[in-house]
């Protein structure tokens, strides 16, 4: 089996896990349609097809699945263990995106669910997981939507080869417990301790990714007095991180904290490698302008789908205008691909959530901003799209706007929008992840 790829570009098939698998078994508008699927294939040489759902809006399939691949299956109400060969076992609940892995509290993407009598899994589990937490049983190839499945009885080798590789593994993730309480902190648990244990919260570390837009040779908007975007988004990302870092509960990162140029495409990719498995978030700011009406002001955040209106095509494509600043890392059929699979992908990656997050950041901004609360946006935005978490793009005000634009130049509206934008992320992580314990869950996700 090979090794599982470098971390970055596992987090670039990470994000398109579901994409290749639909690209691959659903044609475009106008072909026949069929079922995605993912094919698998055992040590032993025999084969099989897994349907794979989309019902919910993000990629699921029967549990079932892993009782054919030899792991042992136990569901006890909402509660379900996965566990092979006495060696190790996965806690997961139905409606929550997190569970245990021996112990580790870890996240997907989407949450498991039923539907009538049958139990659904995130297709993250096939693909990501298994792959990357046993890279000695499971490999995953993207392009052909096939996972490679070997002997499940040698599990204990597997984790013993892993054993011996953890303390010298350069680069790869930490594989330490992640305290959830009950003392998972110990060490692994047999699956009779794992189904006692009940749901998985989780009351460890929350990840801060701050995205000042631009920089480097990409000024983006310039206003009066040759203010420009990426100074003030710079400005205020420094003041949000540093407001933020005064929380213990909370790891602030910066994609730049200087002038420097970041690709569009590769700073939701450091953002997903920097999160990990850990609950975050990634909070991009910018600066607007629409010169052909320089009335225009006001404040907007966007999150990541379809845009629905002449305005929000118009702030995606300024936006995207610096995917050019770096054309030899632009694969021109994925950009025009977003749109397709943002259709075929309705709330991929925390959408809800990121929509949540938009919504607490327009509240705050509201009560420090002079100009108009323009609402929550959303668009095609490529900074987004390869951020695996709740994410959004906050537009402060409209540098083409002459009293606007002098306004986002100074100390106090950096100050201001900052405390505003800092105080929507620890509203935001009163109630993410979803059973936390703290403030008031939202039931359907």
Request: charged share 25%.
């Amino acid at each position: 089996m090979t090794e599982p790829s470098p971390r970055p570009g596992r987090h670039l098939s990470r994000l398109a896990l579901v994409a290749v698998v639909l690209t691959a078994a659903t044609p475009r508008v106008g072909a026949a349609q069929s079922q995605p699927r993912l094919d698998i294939q055992r040590e032993d040489g025999s084969t099989s097809r897994v349907s794979v759902l989309i019902d919910r809006g993000y990629a699921a399939v029967p549990i079932s699945v892993l009782s054919d691949l030899g792991w042992t299956v136990i569901a006890e109400g909402s509660g379900v263990t996965i566990s092979a060969a006495g060696e190790m076992a996965v806690s997961l609940q139905v409606g929550s995106p997190f569970f245990r892995w021996d112990g580790l509290v870890l996240q997907f993407t989407d949450a498991p669910y039923r539907a009538g009598s049958n139990l659904f899994v995130p297709l993250q589990l096939l693909t990501d997981f298994l792959p990357r937490r046993l890279p000695g049983l499971y490999d995953y190839s993207g392009d052909r939507s096939l996972l490679r499945a070997g002997d499940i009885s040698l599990i204990g080798e597997e984790l013993d080869r892993l054993d011996e590789l953890r303390p010298t593994a350069g680069g790869s993730e930490p594989l330490s417990p992640v305290s959830s309480g009950g003392g998972m902190e110990d060490g692994p648990m047999s699956a009779d301790e794992v189904r006692e244990a009940g749901p998985s919260p989780y009351d460890g570390v929350r990840v801060v990714v701050i995205d000042p837009g631009h920089g480097g040779v990409d000024p983006g908007a310039l206003g009066p007095d040759g203010i420009r975007e990426k100074n003030v988004a710079l400005e205020v990302g420094l003041r949000v991180a540093e407001v933020l870092r005064r929380n213990p509960d909370l790891e602030v990162h910066l994609i730049r904290d200087d002038d420097t140029f970041v690709d569009v495409w590769e700073r939701g990719l450091i953002a997903t490698d920097i999160k990990g498995e850990r609950p975050g978030i990634f909070v991009s700011i910018h600066a607007n302008s629409f010169p052909a009406r320089r009335e225009a002001r006001g404040f907007e955040t966007y999150f990541l789908s379809d845009a629905r209106t002449e305005h929000e095509r118009r702030v995606s494509a300024i936006e995207n205008a610096s995917i050019t600043m770096n054309p030899q890392n632009v694969d021109e059929e994925s950009v025009a691909d977003i749109d397709f699979i943002l259709r075929d992908l309705k709330n991929y990656e925390h959408a809800h959530w990121s929509e949540d997050l938009a919504s607490l950041v327009q509240d705050e901004l509201d009560d420090v901003h002079p100009g108009p609360n323009r609402g929550v946006k959303q668009g095609v935005l490529a900074v987004l799209t390869n951020a695996l978490m709740p994410s959004v793009l906050v537009e402060l005000g409209y540098l083409s706007n002459s009293t606007e634009g002098r306004l986002m130049g100074t100390g106090g509206f950096h100050r201001d929008a900052a405390a505003a934008i800092a105080d929507a992320v620890e509203r935001f992580f009163e109630r993410y992840p979803p059973g936390n314990g703290l403030g008031s869950d939202r039931e359907e996700r």
